[in-house]
C-alpha cells in the first residue's frame, strides 16, 4: 500500500479529534472548572488532535513530502512546540498542566492559528492526492 495512504490514516485521525474537540467547545461553561466533563472531554480531544497532526507532520517529514503550503509551516518554531505538547500526551506526566502543554498553548491565539493552518494544508494535499474536489 502507498505510504501517502498510511500517513492519510493520521490525518483522518486529527480530523475526526479535532471534529470532536470543535463540538465539545460549545458545551463549556465560563469560567472553565476542570471538574466539568464537557471542559475534560474538550481538552482531550484538543490534545489528541494536536498530538495526531504532530504525527502526520512528523511522518510527512520522514516520507520526504513536499507541497508549499504545508512545508513553509513545518518550518515554523510551533511544530518543535507541538513536538514537546506531543510527548505530554503520550507520555505520563505527574503535573496535569505540564509546561510541555502550556509551552505550545502558552501561544495563544498564534499557536491556534498555526495548527488549524497545519491542518487545512494537509487537507488541501490529500484533497489533491486523492482527486477529490476542494470543500
Do not use: C
Request: proline share 4%; aromatic share 20%.
Amino acid at each position: 500500500m502507498d505510504k501517502v495512504v498510511s500517513l492519510h490514516k493520521y490525518y483522518l485521525w486529527a480530523t475526526y479529534m479535532a471534529a470532536a474537540f470543535e463540538k465539545e467547545m460549545p458545551k463549556i461553561t465560563r469560567p472553565i472548572s476542570w471538574a466539568d466533563p464537557q471542559a475534560l472531554n474538550a481538552f482531550m480531544f484538543m490534545s489528541y488532535w494536536y498530538a495526531t497532526l504532530y504525527v502526520g507532520a512528523e511522518g510527512w517529514q520522514d516520507l520526504g513530502l513536499t507541497d508549499p503550503g504545508v512545508d513553509v509551516l513545518l518550518t515554523d518554531p510551533h511544530l518543535a512546540l507541538l513536538k514537546r505538547y506531543r510527548h505530554a500526551v503520550f507520555h505520563f506526566q505527574a503535573d496535569y498542566f505540564d509546561e510541555r502543554y502550556r509551552g505550545f498553548t502558552d501561544q495563544g491565539t498564534k499557536a491556534i492559528t498555526w495548527v488549524n493552518s497545519l491542518h487545512a494544508a494537509f487537507t488541501e494535499y490529500f484533497q489533491r492526492w486523492f482527486g477529490t474536489p476542494q470543500s
